[in-house]
């Protein structure tokens, strides 16, 4: 069975930092990007970073770009966020996404409430 399972969702003061974790089984997480997306009360789903298998190439979006970054580590099976300098708009539910060719896997994602 297919499972993607974030954790480190919190709530966090405005300037603040936290750490996002997706735990990845039942399918070969080595050979799929992973991505981070997030969807902000009320609004659509929005890309936040990308990194592709072998950690050789990350993309962020321009509104976490230099705040954020992105990692992983395949003997873990596991993809991070480290989310620094945290604005009120960062404020949303974070899902991670393996994406191998056509093959998507979700998971239920984690809330982060950045307050103001």
């Known amino acids: 069975e297919v499972q993607l399972v974030e954790s480190g969702g919190a709530l966090v003061q405005r300037g603040g930092s936290l750490s996002l974790s997706c735990v990845a089984s039942?399918?070969?997480?080595?050979?799929?990007?992973m991505t981070w997306v997030r969807q902000a009360p009320g609004k659509g789903l929005e890309w936040v970073s990308t990194?592709?298998?072998?950690?050789?190439?990350?993309t962020y979006g321009d509104s976490v770009k230099g705040r954020f970054i992105i990692s992983r580590d395949n003997a873990k099976n596991t993809v991070y966020l480290q989310m620094n300098s945290l604005k009120s708009e960062d404020t949303a539910v974070y899902y991670c996404?393996?994406?191998?060719?056509?093959?998507?896997?979700w998971g239920q994602g984690t809330q982060v409430t950045v307050s103001s």
């Open positions: 990194i592709n298998s072998a950690s050789s190439s990350v």
């Open positions: 039942g399918f070969t997480f080595s050979s799929y990007a």
């Open positions: 996404n393996a994406v191998k060719w056509t093959v998507n896997f």
